[in-house]
């Protein structure tokens, strides 16, 4: 089973600041089966990111993700007050798994 | 738009089987897999198995004794069974549509069922 670990848990920012979210893997992970997922209170999980680093249909521009291997990054760089949210890392090997969150909230 | 609506009992007992069904309107349903993913506040999200639209399934293996999904292509339905539930069941259950073969991603999901369990 592949775990993933997200950091950090929280993250405090403020409106216009660059976030930088971590997804570590405990072996490596084919960049084709990584996305990022959002998640505001009360909601399904949004689709961001999938392989990695194809953004997802109508997702804006200032989402980027990068990485390969065991470290998988999101970058959001302009937060926007409707970014603040729970941002999950999910691979899909043999046994899908999702890290356990990273909580963006607003400074 | 293709949506995803699902349904099913959302109190059970101890011991009691969880059912759940989640419909796919709108687009094909059979150039995907089909997934339910349940997240509590324990766990976090976990994936519980998929399937496709030849009825092939892949089940956690930690709930491999316990889980049945199925699917009926002529209704665009496809369900989920678990049986022997306990406390440790209790989650907000999704389906959710897994977009493949280059990529492998979730990428449409139900808006989800709570299921709770207590006796």
């Known amino acids: 089973e592949i775990v993933l670990t997200q950091s950090p848990g929280t993250l405090s920012l403020s409106p216009g600041e660059r976030a930088t979210l971590s997804c570590r893997a405990s072996q490596s992970v084919f960049s084709r089966y990584l996305g990022w997922y959002q998640q505001i209170p009360g909601q399904a999980p949004r689709l961001l990111i999938y392989?990695?680093?194809t953004r997802a249909t109508d997702i804006p521009d200032r989402f980027n993700g990068s990485g390969s291997g065991t470290d998988f990054t999101l970058t959001i760089s302009r937060l926007e007050p409707e970014d603040f949210a729970v941002y999950y890392c999910q691979q899909y090997g043999s046994s899908p798994s999702f890290g356990q969150g990273t909580k963006l909230e607003i400074k | 738009q293709v949506q995803l609506q699902q349904w099913g009992a959302g109190l059970l007992k101890p011991s009691e089987t969880l059912s759940l069904t989640c419909a796919a309107s709108?687009?094909?349903?059979?150039?995907?897999?089909w997934s339910w993913i349940r997240q509590s506040p324990g766990k976090g999200l976990e994936w519980l198995g998929d399937?496709?639209?030849?009825?092939?399934?892949t089940y956690n293996p930690s709930l491999q004794s316990r889980i049945t999904i199925s699917i009926d292509v002529s209704k665009n339905h496809f369900s989920l069974q678990l049986t022997s539930v306990t406390a440790a069941d209790t989650a907000l259950y999704f389906c959710a549509r897994v977009s493949h073969p280059e990529s492998w991603y979730f990428d449409l999901w139900g808006r989800g069922t709570l299921v709770t369990v207590s006796s």
């Open positions: 392989g990695a680093s």
């Open positions: 399937i496709n639209h030849s009825g092939v399934t």
């Open positions: 709108g687009g094909s349903f059979r150039n995907y897999y």
